[in-house]
């Protein structure tokens, strides 16, 4: 039972490249959503989604898009990364009932 | 934009003390969640509390959420090094689930020395 999948684990970007942070989930949940965490603030939602074809930006959305085709994949893309963007990205799923499951996150560095 | 504060940020005890995390927030949350995180990992839930006045005992952590559903806290009994970790308080929007959306803490880290 793989659950919340994210890939890749770590990456190094340098400034104004571009990347895509691939995560899958295989409990069927409808509700998927990305995560930042930086040090001392906890984790931030950038963007979710409540279904196939169906996304919304949270709190922190600015250089970040998503796109949900499947029920299993919510990709995020950054299109031109910036220092600011160093961080920790959890990806997460659920269904009703509450209770989210993460993945193990992916270590971003911008140079 | 809704928020919680969580407190202490940081928390360092020996073996065997009591400790309380206190979440709190000038907003109403539908639910109140507990996570865990070990370094490299991803927050694992521990409990949610729904109902205001509620509360939940898991072995010798205990959850209560506030009467008017803006606060909550972790309680442990005699710590233990296992124990050591990020504790992460989050909570879910008004209307029932939160559709994977939750506004979290900034986390305490809690070590406890042998």
């Known amino acids: 039972n793989a659950g919340v999948t994210q890939t890749p684990k770590f990456q190094v970007l340098k400034t104004g490249q571009s990347m895509t942070l691939q995560c899958a989930q295989d409990m069927n949940h409808e509700y998927m959503s990305w995560y930042r965490q930086d040090p001392g603030m906890g984790l931030r939602l950038i963007h979710y989604s409540v279904g196939a074809g169906i996304t919304d930006q949270g709190e922190v959305p600015n250089g970040y898009n998503v796109s949900r085709s499947t029920t299993e994949d919510f990709p995020l893309r950054l299109l031109s990364a910036a220092p600011s963007q160093t961080s920790v990205y959890f990806c997460a799923s659920s269904s009703t009932g509450n209770t989210i499951y993460f993945g193990e996150g992916s270590w971003l560095t911008v140079v | 934009t809704q928020l919680l504060e969580q407190s202490p940020q940081f928390l360092s005890i020996q073996e065997g003390e009591n400790l309380t995390v206190y979440c709190n927030s000038s907003s109403v949350f539908s639910s109140l969640q507990w996570y865990r995180q070990e370094p490299g990992e991803g927050p694992v839930l521990l409990v949610t509390?729904?109902?205001?006045?509620e509360v939940k005992k898991l072995k010798r952590l205990t959850f209560q959420f506030g009467d008017a559903r803006k606060d909550s806290s972790l309680h442990i009994t005699a710590a233990q090094p296992g124990d050591t970790g990020l504790y992460l308080c989050a909570g879910g929007g008004a209307g029932g689930t939160s559709y994977g959306k939750l506004t979290f803490g900034q986390g305490t880290i809690l070590t406890v020395h042998p």
């Open positions: 509390v729904v109902t205001g006045g």
